[in-house]
């Protein structure tokens, strides 16, 4: 069943994880450093992908911290956080903890100095430790998020280290710690409300954009039963051949937009794409942000892709999509120059968020409309131009064929949708 692989599911599953109150020693299976761990290993299992377990971690870390059946309770923060940290990275975890236990020794008469400083010595070398053996961003990000969590919970012991020695200098440790903790919460709040008008903007620019839209195709004609799908992000030789032999199972064609850098590295899988009847566009040469590029940088971007491409394929691409699907006026100027068109997209997969197989078939199966541009990715990461995996993309992908198929839905590459828009006399 599709929703028992969702990420709602893993969250509220990891959540009530670490929000259940504690029952005593003798339930080793509800320990706080278990607890982390079963809520990880449980996303690996039904989700099966570094962004769910990363949710997962989050979300009992959340629930060990601030739990509704248990309000008010401490000290399953840090625990709990440590269960996580061994799944995604067992040896950051082993140094960083190893560091936090030699930096609290000094101060074992003092436990609540030795806690806070352990936790903080832990919590700023784990993160940077994460990257060193995962190098994937998205755990650099969780172990950011679970150290400031940790060390915020641990600064309710901060007055009672430093009691005397404020007390000396006549300061109360009490007021440091009210001021210091009131400018958390505001600094994280005011972070959290950013963070989401800056994604509903973001989703409204990539989907609708602002102003006319002028030369930009975002979706084909709704008079006829086609859809364009599309990938981003390659070729990346672990997804695209699996990619390409399902499209060749099912016979038909889609379009890739590709990152000149990856072409460069993998050519004869640039050069296989357009072989079996595909299209290929030009995703920029290193995948940075156009919108707020300098000019030189963004027409380096333009013309090493499309250099890339040419060599690879033999012609040049004439379709241009922007990383993220982010853009601005100069980049529509520039394409406008170089004799690209623009192509966006009306409906993601959610793959970038490496959602499960059911999740992408069950979600796509029900909104798919006629002359919808489907996106999808054959690399890339959340941040980083890579290093994520698109492993239920290659599984989702003959399912959600077959179903569209099965809808009476016929497939074309983007400019065979931009040509028939073109016929059914709309703006292509």
């Known amino acids: 069943m599709w929703l028992l692989d969702s990420y709602i599911t893993v969250l509220v ?40 377990m990363a949710t997962a971690g989050l979300a009992v870390v959340v629930g060990a911290t601030w739990s509704f059946m248990a309000p008010g309770r401490r000290g399953l923060t840090v625990p709990a956080a440590c269960g996580v940290c061994l799944v995604i990275s067992p040896a950051a975890a082993a140094l960083s903890g190893t560091a936090a236990w030699f930096a609290g020794r000094p101060r074992r008469e003092r436990h609540g100095a030795r806690s806070l400083m ?8 784990y993160p940077p430790l994460v990257w060193w053996f995962e190098r994937f961003d998205l755990h650099l990000i969780l172990a950011a998020v679970l150290s400031l969590i940790c060390i915020y919970e641990a600064l309710p012991r901060f007055p009672d280290a430093l009691r005397d020695r404020r007390a000396r200098a006549g300061c109360d440790p009490e007021v440091r710690l009210g001021m210091l903790k009131a400018i958390m919460s505001r600094v994280g709040t005011a972070a959290l409300v950013i963070g989401v008008a800056a994604l509903i903007l973001l989703n409204r620019h990539v989907y609708r954009g602002f102003g006319a ?18 990938f981003d992000d390659g070729p990346n030789p672990e997804y695209t051949p699996a990619i390409l ?43 940075r942000n156009m919108m ?9 971007e333009i013309v090493w892709a499309e250099e890339a491409i040419a060599r690879a394929c033999g012609e040049p691409p004439r379709l241009f999509r922007p990383p993220r699907g ?10 406008r120059a170089r004799g690209y068109a623009m192509a966006l997209w009306s409906i993601s997969s959610m793959d970038w968020t490496e959602a499960s197989e059911a999740s992408m078939v069950h979600r796509l199966s029900r909104i798919v409309r006629n002359g919808d541009v ?10 980083a131009g890579s290093g994520g995996s698109r492993i239920n993309t290659v599984r989702a992908l003959p399912h959600v064929i077959s179903n569209l198929k099965d809808r009476g839905f ?12 073109g016929l059914a006399g709309e703006e292509p």
Do not use: N
């Open 213 to 230: 839209d002028a030369g930009i195709f975002r979706r084909g004609s709704v008079e006829f039963s086609l859809v364009a799908l599309t």
């Open 292 to 300: 707020g590029l300098g000019p030189p940088h963004m027409e380096d």
């Open 410 to 421: 016929g497939f074309a590459t983007v400019s065979q949708l931009m040509f028939i828009s």
């Open 326 to 335: 982010l853009y601005d006026e100069r980049l529509i100027q520039a394409l």
């Open 374 to 383: 489907i996106l999808f990715h054959d690399s890339g990461g959340i941040v």
């Open 245 to 287: 032999d399902a499209l060749r199972d099912a016979g038909i064609h889609t379009t890739f937009f590709l990152v000149g850098e990856e072409v460069e590295r993998y050519p004869d899988l640039a050069r296989r794409i357009v072989e079996e009847g595909h299209e290929v566009g030009s995703h920029t040469y290193s995948h």
């Open 118 to 125: 352990s936790t903080t010595v832990g919590g700023i070398l």
């Open 13 to 52: 599953i990891s959540y009530v994880i670490g929000a259940l109150p504690s029952m005593g020693a003798w339930a080793l299976w509800l320990s706080p450093v278990l607890r982390g761990m079963a809520a990880v290993g449980l996303a690996r299992v039904l989700v099966g992908t570094p962004i769910a």
